[in-house]
């Protein structure tokens, strides 16, 4: 019989000692984030939640198609801006930071800024995007610059202006494009929502865990009603029994509260809980007057 490697490491993975970087309170089995290294610490569920957000900004094929016009927008003004570039005034270097470029628009010389602040930083400059768009998608960049003000929407529309030239008056590739889009998170979603159900093996957490500095030291948290700050259990990464509404036959939706918060639950306690609330309380109230 063939080793199923796969499943071996998938449930080996359940007994790692450090539990998800987002809800801290389960050991994640990576079914859904193995592939994705930023998420591989977080656990199925929190992974699912997020792509449920993504979702959201593609689940409406006229808001995403709005957005995919004004990306190919800006991306075009981006070009026009680096093709005006003359050269930085100190080092003449044509090469811009490419963070500034996209997120504010703003040229920056990449080569200056390295020597200035250091760190890691991405150049790029419009005969390196002149290179790229002619090596991967066969087109002259200045020409489509000014003689069509536009650009391709991916490399398919490249090939088939190539093709004809009066591609562009028919041009539907954008919207295409959009409905493959929308298309993609929806079946994604649909998927990973039916292989949480049926193959998710993260493991959670029997008791409540306290917030963390990070995946080893464990510290402390606050009541979800006062938001106090309260201490964990030693290093085991839990909440102490006196803060779990659960350890009070509680069934409510708080998980971590105070124990001047549980008094407005008194009532709802079987008797030898009030019993033992009520001495947590007055130790409490002693430790409040020291």
């Known amino acids: 019989m063939e080793w199923n490697w796969k499943k071996y490491n998938r449930e080996k993975t359940l007994f790692r000692s450090y539990y998800c970087v987002g809800c801290k309170q389960t050991k994640p089995c990576r079914l859904l984030t193995d592939w994705d290294s930023e998420w591989k610490n977080y656990c199925c569920w929190c992974y699912y939640e997020r792509e449920?957000?993504?979702?959201?900004?593609?689940n409406s094929y006229e808001r995403t198609l709005?957005?995919?016009?004004?990306?190919?927008?800006?991306k075009f003004q981006q070009l026009e801006l680096l093709r005006s570039y003359l050269g930085c005034h100190d080092c003449k270097s044509l090469e811009v930071d490419a963070y500034s470029l996209y997120e504010s628009s703003k040229l920056v010389c990449q080569p200056c800024r390295m020597k200035k602040e250091g760190g890691?930083?991405?150049?790029?400059?419009?005969l390196e995007r002149q290179k790229w768009y002619g090596k991967y998608w066969k087109i002259d960049l200045e020409e489509w610059l000014d003689k069509y003000r536009c650009l391709p929407v991916n490399a398919d529309c490249a090939r088939e202006w190539l093709k004809d030239k009066k591609h562009l008056k028919s041009c539907v590739c954008l919207a295409r494009e959009t409905w493959e889009l929308v298309e993609l998170f929806t079946n994604s979603l649909q998927k990973n929502k039916k292989r949480l159900e049926k193959e998710c093996q993260c493991k959670v957490s029997e008791k409540v865990r306290v917030s963390s500095y990070d995946n080893a030291n464990?510290?402390?948290?606050?009541c979800e009603i006062c938001q106090e700050r309260i201490t964990g259990a030693g290093k085991m990464g839990v909440i102490k029994n006196r803060n779990d509404p659960r350890f009070w036959g509680l069934e409510i939706k708080e998980k971590i509260l105070c124990l001047v918060c549980l008094t407005n639950y008194q009532e709802k306690m079987?008797?030898?809980?009030?019993y033992t609330l009520n001495k947590y309380l007055k130790r409490y109230e002693k430790k409040q007057d020291f």
């Open 52 to 58: 449920k957000e993504r979702a959201k900004e593609y």
């Open 66 to 74: 709005a957005s995919q016009q004004k990306e190919r927008k800006e």
């Open 120 to 126: 890691a930083s991405s150049p790029v400059s419009f």
């Open 218 to 222: 464990y510290g402390y948290t606050y």
């Open 270 to 274: 079987p008797a030898n809980k009030k």
